[in-house]
């Protein structure tokens, strides 16, 4: 059975720094790429950052040097550091495991994190 389960979510001042993580199992998480996205009430849901298998990442616009995703392989968890918080970084932040094989494609969602900013 698949898992990712976020973590790190919660009540931030403007200018507050937060780090989320997901653990993942049940899958082989080092071949996956790992995402975060997140969903803003009234918005669509958009991907903010990403990072491949191979370590390449990749940032929405609006978060570029402010947040940062990593991956531990080791301990199966990507991470999300979110520094210099706005209050329109307000969302549910989601966990997304992709693999994309040469016969199957695979993509899960974890049940998200709430990221609250506000003074």
């Known amino acids: 059975q ?3 389960v976020e973590s790190g979510g ?15 199992s049940g899958i082989s998480f080092s071949t996956y790429n790992m995402g975060w996205y997140r969903q803003a009430p009234g918005k669509q849901r958009e991907l903010v950052a990403a990072i491949t298998s191979g370590r390449n990442t990749n940032y929405v616009d609006s978060v ?6 990593s991956r531990d392989n ?24 992709e693999y994309r094989g040469s016969i199957t494609n695979r993509n899960y969602w974890g049940q998200g994190t709430e990221v609250t900013v506000s003074s």
């Open 2 to 4: 698949v898992q990712l």
């Open 10 to 24: 919660g009540l931030v001042q403007p200018g507050g720094s937060l780090r989320l993580s997901c653990a993942a």
């Open 74 to 97: 080791a301990k199966n968890t990507v991470y999300l550091q979110m520094n210099s918080l706005k209050p329109e970084d307000t969302a549910v932040y989601y966990c997304n495991a």
């Open 64 to 69: 570029k040097g402010r947040f940062t995703i």
